[in-house]
């Protein structure tokens, strides 16, 4: 344990008169890793909240940083570390801190709000956060997106004959990415359609006006003189004139159960596909979700990392320090072959991490091979394995379609909004939210 904690000492560089540097052994010292000198050196700068409200998580993932750097002990490799403080400001300053040192490579900032008060044509950028409205040929994403996960799930039930979907959630930015994504990716799947939607305001209590809105239409049992049609609807149980077969839900947590508490009343049973950033399944203990189904990273639990963080520090790895794992050993890997930047990363074909396969994209997005499980009490069980390749084109299963009078105009009008931001999400809970929505 000692002489693995004096690797890491050896190999964390900072610079004098720059921001705070700390780490889980809070030294300042300006030690560099040996490097042959015949190799150039990549010098690789990390904008993280190693102080203030968010100051574990930046501490987290500075040291998953020194891990992956340990393990490449002999790459030609120069990390400095700059403090954000978690707040627009302070990450544009230790962005300026970091150009100042000519940085080849800028992992971060992790927050949005970060990433937005850098400027536009600041280059190199390769950050932590999902809000893709961000992202561009500059600033390049290594997060999990909610694009990307939607797409996935769309695949999912295209290729098992499920292409009658619903979707529900608040009306706001997460909405409308969400909503204008489902509406370009069902297309890539020939005979699918989005046949409901319902958006409500984020201060409505009760959510079942809004599930109203996509459940086939009621009548009161105790209506006397019933028409020939509100007798018909009574004599049919509701399941059978539900119009869709998946439903998507942007929602988490309370109004996520209270959601589902709705369906179980009305006797409707679709799957549901709750579209979360980086959550992990088994700490989700609500038994109201039970049987949902998630996209989730396809983890190596026997990895070197897993193994050496847990060693260290006691206890599973956040997801934010799997990423800033994966992001250090790639650019380490690839820096004996010469000066690593962001464009040597995009170039490639893909690269397999901890998290599985990654591809970076030169509009900033990215793609990451996901898995789908669902949740059966305290297990995750995987229903399909992360994909072995990107750009699979969709095979919808062949099974009778039937079609419907009552397709609503689902067209989108309104321009795509920042939506996948980190900072909206404030008061969180462990058990049933995300790790990469910390409060901000």
């Known amino acids: 344990m000692k002489r693995l904690w004096i690797l890491l000492l050896l190999i964390c560089t900072s610079c004098t008169n720059a921001p705070k540097i700390s780490s889980f052994f809070h030294t300042e010292n300006t030690l560099n890793a040996p490097i042959t000198p015949t190799q150039q050196t ?4 990390m904008l993280l909240p190693l102080s203030g409200k968010q100051e574990q998580t930046g501490i987290d993932m500075q040291n998953a940083a020194l891990i992956a750097l340990q393990k490449n002990q002999d790459a030609p490799i120069k990390m400095l570390f700059f403090d954000t403080k978690g707040t627009p400001e302070g990450a544009k300053e230790a962005y300026r801190w970091a150009e100042a040192q000519n940085s080849n490579m800028i992992l971060g900032p992790v927050f949005a709000s970060e990433l937005a008060a850098l400027p536009t044509l600041s280059s190199r950028v390769l950050s932590y956060t999902s809000d893709s409205t ?30 009658r979907l619903a979707a529900i959630g608040p009306e706001n930015k997460v909405g409308q990415i969400v909503m204008n994504t ?17 958006l409500y305001s984020e201060k409505e209590e009760n959510m079942t ?15 006397k003189d019933l028409t020939p049609e ?6 049919t149980p509701i399941q059978e004139r539900v119009d869709f077969d998946s439903l998507f839900v942007f929602e988490e947590g309370v109004r996520l159960s209270q959601l589902m508490a709705i369906l179980a009343f009305y006797d409707v049973t679709p799957k549901v596909f709750p579209i979360y950033t980086l959550t992990s399944v088994k700490s989700i203990k609500d038994p109201m979700l039970n049987n949902m189904l998630f996209m989730d990273l396809s983890t190596n639990s026997s990895s070197y990392f897993t193994r050496q963080y847990m060693q260290i520090f006691g206890n599973q790895p956040s997801r934010l320090a799997e990423l800033a794992y994966d992001s250090v050993n790639w650019v380490a890997e690839l820096s004996p072959h010469g000066i690593v930047n962001l464009s040597d990363l995009q170039n490639m074909d893909s690269y ?22 669902q949740k059966k009490g305290r297990n995750a069980i995987e229903i399909q394995p992360a994909a072995e390749e990107f750009d699979l084109p969709m095979n919808p299963k062949e099974i009778e379609v039937t079609p419907t009078s009552e397709l609503t105009d689902l067209t989108l009008k309104s321009p795509e909004v920042s939506v996948e931001s980190l900072d909206q999400f404030e008061s969180t809970t462990p058990s049933t939210l995300p790790e990469q929505w910390p409060e901000d």
């Open 209 to 223: 006006p809004s599930v109203l809105k996509i459940l086939p239409k009621m009548v009161d049992i105790k209506k």
């Open 42 to 45: 990549t010098t690789v700068s």
């Open 352 to 373: 397999r991490g901890v998290n599985g396969l990654i591809r970076l994209n030169a509009d900033g997005t990215n793609n990451r091979a996901m898995r789908l499980v």
């Open 134 to 163: 961000l992202l561009n040929n500059n600033h390049t994403s290594f997060a999990v997106l909610i694009s990307d996960q939607i797409e996935q799930m769309v695949r999912y039930a295209c290729e098992n004959g499920q292409f």
């Open 182 to 198: 489902l509406d370009s990716t069902i297309k890539k799947c020939p005979g699918m359609t989005l046949t409901k939607y319902a």
């Open 230 to 235: 509100e007798e018909e609807i009574l004599a």
